[in-house]
Every structure is written in C-alpha cells, then in structure tokens.
C-alpha cells in the first residue's frame, strides 16, 4: 500500500507530466486550437443594429410650460437649472421644463427627423445629437397631437442616414424586433423581443390608437426611438410603454410605420395633418352579436348611428350596415379602424366592403379634410372619451351640442346625455371646438361643465 507522501509525490509527477505534455505540442495544433476558440461564428444582431444606429438621434428640449401651483414649491430641479415663474392666474404658473427623448432621421437630404409631439411639444429650443456625436439646433416643421407625431428639421445638416420604412401592415405576432431610442439621456441603446400584438387600442395613450405591442425594453426617453425588423427597417415608432412605477415591465407601444409616414407626409406637406372623420358610431362584431343578428363573421363593425351631414352620409352609408373590411385588410377593433382612416392621405380612395341585409356591398370613398369642407362643418370631436360633440346653429349663435354618449362611459357616469348643450365650461362661454380642445389637452385637471337639459342648468365634473 502506497503511503500518504507517496501518494502526494505520485500526484506531483503526473500533474507536472501533464502540463509539460501541453506546452511541448507542436506549434501547429497550438495555433489550431486558437483558431477555433476566436474564429467561430456565434448569431448576432449586431449588423442590423450597426446598419440602422446612424439614423437614430437624441433629442434634449426646453421650453415653457403651465403647471397648477403647488403650495411651498421649491423652485431649483434637475440639472441645478432654476426655474423661472410667470403669474397667469391664481391657480396656473408658466415654467421652464427639460424633455429627453428619441427620433428617427427620415429624410437625410433635407434633414427631415420625426419623433413623438410630447417630446417637442410647447419647446422653443431643440438639440439633436447625432449618433456620431454631431448636435444640431433644429425647428419644428409640424406636429399631431392626436396621433402623437410631429417632424422636426435639422438646420444645416450635412452626411445624414435616414432609415427606410417596412411595411407594417405585413407585421404579425412573434416577428422579432429590435427597439432604438435614447432611454434616461443614456444615448442609443438597443433592446430585443418580439410583436406581442398588433392593432392595440382603447389604452387613451392617444387619440387615434393603432399600436403595434411588443416585449422589447422600452423606457423614458425612448420615446420617438424606433422599432426596426431584421432587415434594420422602420416598422413602428416608439411611443409609451404600460408600467405601474415608470420602468420597463414588457409591455411597450408603437405606431405602426404606415401610419407613420402618412402623417409625416402630411405634416411636411400641409404643416399639419388634415382632419378626417368617417362619421359613424359603432360597435365593434363579437360572438354574442354576431348570434344576435344571425350573422357568421365575428370581425367587424355594427354601424349603429351614422351622423348627419358627415362624409359617411354622404357616400351612402346607413345604420345596421356591418364594415368588414378596408382596403381589403379585415378590421380588428372600431379604435383602430378609426385611427387608420385618421391617417389617410386626402387623395386615397378607402374601400369598404359592407354587408347589408345579408348582401355584400362595396363602397369607395374620397376622403376630404374635415375643417376646410363646409358641408361638414359639423366639426366632430370625440377627445372626451365616451363624447361625440357638434357645432351646431341655436339663435344664430354657435353651440356646442352632445351628439352621441356612449352607454357605461366615463363620460355617460358622470352624467352627459345626448342633445345636451355646454352653455360654459369653468365659466368660460365656449363657442367653437379650439377652446374645447385647450381645456381638453390639460392632463390631470379638474374642469366643471355647466349643461344645458330641458331648459334646466346641470353642472357637471369632470377630469381630464
């Protein structure tokens, strides 16, 4: 039997007999060996994500705006930057404010970039920095805040990469994606997943909802970042994600690139997106109703009301009608259907495939810009959700009428009914939609409608 120190001395021998083996290989295997330890090839993105990183910039903005006082409020915020205070009434105050986001350079000749409206909006400087370190001062061209998408130039910019659209109506769920953006001012960053959904809607993130939804990080700042497939096109533009505390959670939104870039032409055109509104009321198909009115299809939408005067009325279209399809793309949801015609170009022709009375029908449309079209000057608006409003004629005077509320509501609980008029709203006379829509657009206020019902004045409030 071996002893302990024998056994020690045994190991000793074999341990240095083995390493002295390795070293005194021929040269050759040696460099064998390396070659296949630094020369495979392991899957990677990072040629879609160099190929597509130029077009993506950064964007810093300052500007003004109204904030509701808040009692011992310090005046020094991030940055050390003071804040500036200006008296506008006994409740509101103008400050300075700093936005971080994201945009996508669409057109490199003439310094084209297009990014979300809540990152520019109320700016009066915006600083673009380039991928490559470049900042460029740059000026609005246009924005939407329906759709949450304006175009800003960049001023005297040369050697630019614009990123080419895909075409977003061929995304389907499960495709892998890539987001880029500029998430906390880190700079651009990529992140990966996949499409979790498409045709997302009824989030009130916007006013005309048609999301792509994917699980790919998408975080503050992001904002106005793109999402690209593996081709390194555009597919979507990242626009808000759903998170409980701010962070990313796997939940993100993004408009898809056709509406995109019919907004964008548009905007770049005009200065601004022309409006446009179907106006029908409807009710989105779904297997109870389907049963109900013995029809075999549960896609779709149920016209229940179809609005005076409107471009519906106009090309023919009547109540208890079913609108299956759209340019021969079937429709998911009435929120989504609604945005996509939101996004037509004026000279494009919508096909509505429509069953009535158990045939099938074909309807073409013209679309026309809402607020330069008399005959419909109706000038529907539906920013309040559950509301349809008019403008409508009472002692040669300008009204604001309540078209449509929709049953369960927030709008029907806290108490409008149809044919009310707003005779004010914080006791302000409101004549015309542009100041509906200024009081409207201020998030999280408190505002009191005074309604006129049956002679009787009702006093509604409600929170935007």
Do not use: W
Not at 425 to 434: A, G, H, K, P, R
């Amino acid at each position: 039997m071996f002893s302990l120190v024998n056994i020690k001395k045994f190991f000793i021998y074999f341990l240095f007999f083995s390493v002295s083996t390795f070293f005194l290989k021929p040269v050759s295997c040696c460099e064998s060996h390396s070659y296949n330890i630094y020369h495979v090839s392991y899957p990677s993105l990072s040629n879609i994500i160099e190929k597509a990183m130029p077009s993506i910039v950064s964007i810093d903005a300052e500007g003004t705006k109204l904030f509701h006082k808040k009692k011992h409020e310090k005046t020094y915020y991030k940055n050390f930057k003071r804040s500036h205070k200006y008296k506008v009434n006994d409740d509101l105050e103008k400050r300075y404010f700093n936005s971080l986001g994201s945009g996508v350079i669409i057109d490199s000749k003439n310094g084209y970039v297009v990014t979300n409206s809540h990152v520019i909006n109320d700016s009066y400087d915006i600083q673009v920095k380039l991928n490559d370190g470049r900042i460029f001062q740059s000026e609005v061209v246009g924005m939407d805040n329906n759709s949450d998408i304006a175009v800003i130039k960049l001023k005297d910019a040369k050697d630019l990469i614009s990123m080419k659209f895909s075409d977003s109506d061929y995304v389907n769920v499960g495709d892998y994606v890539i987001a880029l953006g500029n998430p906390y001012g880190l700079g651009n960053t990529a992140t990966y997943g996949i499409v979790s959904a498409i045709g997302r809607s009824g989030l009130n993130i916007e006013n005309y909802e048609n999301f792509i939804q994917t699980d790919a990080a998408i975080n503050k700042g992001s904002s106005g970042g793109a999402l690209i497939n593996l081709q390194g096109n555009l597919v979507g533009l990242n626009t808000a994600i759903l998170s409980p505390k701010g962070g990313n959670i796997g939940i993100g939104f993004s408009i898809p690139s056709n509406m995109v870039k019919n907004l964008i032409n548009q905007i770049i055109k005009y200065g601004k997106v022309q409006k446009k509104e179907l106006g029908i009321i409807g009710v989105e198909l779904n297997e109870e109703i389907s049963n109900l009115i013995n029809l075999k299809i549960t896609k779709g939408i149920f016209v229940s009301e179809v609005v005076h005067n409107s471009l519906a009325e106009k090309f023919g279209i009547k109540s208890k009608d079913i609108i299956i399809s759209m340019n021969d793309k079937l429709i998911n949801n009435f929120l989504s259907f609604k945005a996509e015609i939101y996004s037509m170009p004026l000279d494009k022709e919508v096909k509505l495939k429509i069953i009535r009375s158990g045939e099938i029908k074909y309807f073409f449309i013209k679309m026309y810009d809402v607020d330069s079209c008399d005959s419909y000057n109706l000038g529907l608006y539906n920013k309040i959700p559950g509301l349809l409003i008019s403008v409508s004629k009472k002692d040669s005077n300008n009204v604001l009428r309540i078209e449509h509320v929709k049953i369960n509501s927030y709008a029907y609980k806290v108490g409008f009914r149809k044919n009310d008029i707003i005779v004010n709203i914080n006791n302000n006379i409101i004549y015309d939609l542009t100041k509906l829509d200024y009081i409207v657009s201020k998030k999280n206020s408190l505002s009191i409608f005074c309604i006129k019902r049956d002679n009787n004045d009702i006093y509604i409030f409600i929170r935007f």
